[in-house]
């Protein structure tokens, strides 16, 4: 099982491929993994489930989560990552379709270093996620 530098947690199978394709743009997505629900994304980060063979110390380097989800939404995945000390410091970034009041100022709450709102038009959509990726994966400096 590959381990992942980028964590793209995505219901919407076109949006997720739209993700890819800007992220590919940019050489950002070798080491992308795809999970399609919140359920899966926690399973995946604390390696249990069908990904308990994963080593659970290499962590992502960023996360890209959506809010709207079945099983598990991203405001309850967000909590769990930034509640454990051994995750806490993974970048999220919410990449989502809401521009809710409510789900900014939770997400805030919750921990998440950054809220974006998906842009409607695909050019403005790929470029969003680019800069994103680029700016979190090049640019930003982590703690060690």
Same mark, same amino acid.
């Given at each position: 099982?590959?381990?992942? =530098?980028?964590?793209?947690?995505? +219901?919407?199978?076109? =949006?997720?491929?739209?993700?890819?394709?800007?992220?590919?743009? @940019? *050489?950002?997505? *070798?080491?992308?993994?795809?999970?399609?629900? &919140?359920?899966?994304?926690?399973?995946?980060? /604390?390696?249990? &489930?069908?990904? !308990?063979?994963? +080593?659970?110390? @290499?962590?992502?380097?960023?996360?890209?989560?959506?809010?709207?989800?079945?099983?598990?939404? &991203?405001?309850?995945?967000? $909590?769990?990552?930034?509640? @454990?000390?051994?995750? !806490?410091?993974?970048?999220?970034?919410?990449?989502? %379709?809401?521009?809710?009041?409510? +789900?900014?100022?939770? %997400?805030?709450?919750? &921990?998440? @270093?950054?809220?974006?709102?998906?842009?409607?038009?695909? +050019?403005? /959509?790929?470029?969003?996620?680019?800069?994103?990726? /680029?700016?979190?994966?090049?640019?930003? $400096?982590?703690?060690?």
């Amino acid at each position: 099982m590959t381990d992942a =530098d980028i964590l793209l947690v995505e +219901d919407n199978p076109t =949006d997720a491929e739209l993700t890819i394709r800007a992220l590919r743009k @940019n *050489n950002l997505a *070798n080491k992308l993994h795809w999970v399609k629900d &919140g359920a899966e994304a926690l399973d995946y980060i /604390f390696a249990r &489930g069908s990904y !308990s063979e994963r +080593d659970p110390d @290499n962590l992502p380097k960023l996360i890209l989560l959506d809010l709207r989800m079945p099983k598990v939404d &991203g405001l309850e995945v967000l $909590q769990e990552i930034k509640k @454990n000390e051994s995750t !806490s410091r993974i970048p999220v970034v919410v990449l989502t %379709s809401s521009k809710e009041d409510r +789900d900014i100022v939770e %997400s805030y709450k919750l &921990g998440v @270093n950054s809220y974006v709102s998906k842009p409607v038009e695909f +050019d403005e /959509f790929i470029n969003a996620v680019s800069t994103l990726g /680029f700016y979190w994966m090049i640019i930003n $400096q982590p703690p060690e």
